[in-house]
């Protein structure tokens, strides 16, 4: 008890080795940050623009930029609200209902954190290659997979799978289902009760598990890298964009670049306000 008193004021506020710690090991986050992810940051844009402002706009108006672009966005918004349903349904499911393989459920959506996005492309392509499980059967109906923009969307999928549901999994645990209950015993059906009292009380862990999974989904290299085939124009996403770009025109990739780096730090501004003005629920998750 005389150490602890000893390290705080009468007042109940910390004594000057405290602040001093404390100032210290503040500044210490903030050199290891700005060393690891502010300056590289900026280096991007400062590669960028560093031929000129007509030159970047050229390198970003190229026509197998603006493919890989648009192809990013199509990919993200098949797979971020297949990954949105498929989070709230086994949010749903572990949170309120007891049943056999619960357990390997919650293992299961844990399983792209663990398995190397490379590991997962290779999956697929055992699964939905030419020679793969499924290959015979999809080239005789004229169906293809990999190479294409269903192997994308499905190497998307998977990496970006656990993000929705481990947001909302342990706010509904926290929350409990008593408000069901009641709007149960009152006669309400089950989709009224998920529509009008389990959704709003978790739209904005929703929200934020939705944009942690779509900057996941945009900036997804090694899985989509191993089943797009690099085909200029028709299956290079903006990662795989920069990649071949890196190789052949060393400013175009950072300009290239530099359109993902702005998608993170909109992602990032987004995440912010959203901590800021709904903190109290978004940490009620944990």
């Not at 999928?157 to 993000?163: A, C, E, G, K, R």
């Not at 959704?199 to 989509?224: D, S």
């Not at 992602?267 to 901590?275: P, Q």
Request: aromatic share 10%.
């Amino acid at each position: 008890m005389a150490v602890v008193a000893a390290t705080i004021s009468i007042g109940g506020r910390p004594t000057w080795p405290i602040s001093l710690a404390r100032t210290v090991l503040v500044l210490c986050a903030l050199l290891v940050l700005g060393w690891l992810l502010v300056l590289p940051l900026l280096a991007i844009f400062a590669e960028a623009l560093r031929p000129g402002v007509a030159f970047y706009l050229d390198a970003i108006r190229q026509p197998d930029t603006l493919a890989a672009v648009r192809l990013t966005l199509t990919v993200a918004a098949i797979a971020v609200p297949l990954n949105l349903l498929f989070g709230l349904a086994a949010a749903w499911a572990m949170t309120h209902f007891e049943f056999r393989g619960k357990a390997l459920l919650g293992a299961l959506i844990d399983l792209p954190f663990s398995v190397s996005p490379v590991v997962a492309g290779m999956m697929l392509i055992l699964v939905y290659g030419k020679y793969g499980w499924l290959g015979s059967w999809l080239e005789a109906h004229g169906v293809q997979v990999i190479f294409a923009l269903p192997g994308l969307v499905l190497a998307t999928v998977f990496v970006t799978l656990p993000f929705v549901a481990r947001e909302l999994i342990p706010l509904m645990q926290a929350q409990g289902s008593e408000q069901e209950e009641a709007a149960l015993t009152l006669g309400a059906n089950g989709w009224q009760i998920f529509f009008r009292v389990t959704l709003p009380r978790v739209r904005w862990a929703l929200l934020y598990g939705v944009l942690l999974c779509n900057a996941r989904a945009m900036g997804e290299f090694g899985a989509v890298y191993v089943v797009s085939g690099h085909l200029r124009g028709l299956t290079n996403t903006l990662p795989l964009q920069v990649d071949q770009l890196y190789e052949e025109n060393f400013a175009a990739a950072f300009a290239v670049a530099s359109l993902l780096a702005l998608l993170t730090l909109v992602t990032l501004g987004i995440k912010r306000l959203l901590e800021w003005r709904h903190g109290g629920e978004l940490k009620g998750r944990h």
